[in-house]
């Protein structure tokens, strides 16, 4: 019998009634994470970094139902008002993700495309993830509902509070 697998990538997408430059500036301010991600509760600058530029770092602290963790992440690609790109990585676990925003503008509003793909993970990690972290099997309503959050605290909309992954 086949141990079941987490997906190795995802992609998601949505249309809001933001502009790219609206989106750029909540995405591109990676301490709003938490006013739109379902996972990610917080993130903060590290390394003297203050903003996105490739190479700045920060941390990210994220929760799903009981599990809490945090990353170390390095932006690799900033595109304003068009691709965010950054990298996670694991220190203890040695698991790495690859994360990408992209934007297109589309009528009055924006197309956000974000995905992810997975560049280490060792199995016996991946294992322990899929014991105890089952809204991780699939992530795409998740991630679906991050950009509709998103779009919205773009759009002026207020701070929002995404709540615990669904699952």
Not at 104 to 130: C, H, K, N
Request: with cysteine; net charge neutral.
């Amino acid at each position: 019998m086949k141990l079941p697998e987490l997906p190795p990538t995802a992609s998601v997408e949505a249309t809001v009634d933001a502009t790219p430059e609206q989106v750029w500036a909540v995405i591109s301010d990676v301490t709003r994470i938490g006013e739109w991600s379902h996972e990610c509760r917080e993130a903060k600058w590290v390394g003297g970094a203050t903003h996105a530029v490739p190479g700045a770092r920060f941390r990210g602290r994220n929760r799903v139902g009981l599990v809490r963790w945090g990353r170390i992440c390095t932006i690799t690609e900033v595109d304003p008002p068009l691709r965010f790109t950054y990298h996670t990585f694991g220190k203890l676990t040695r698991d790495s993700t690859q994360w990408t925003i992209e934007l297109q503008p589309e009528g009055s509003g924006t197309r956000i495309v974000m995905g992810y793909e997975a560049l280490a993970m060792p199995r016996a990690f991946e294992l322990v993830i899929l014991a105890t972290m089952k809204p991780h099997w699939d992530r795409t309503a998740a991630l679906q509902g991050d950009l509709q959050r998103l779009g919205r605290v773009a759009a002026g909309a207020g701070q929002e509070t995404a709540g615990p992954a669904s699952g």
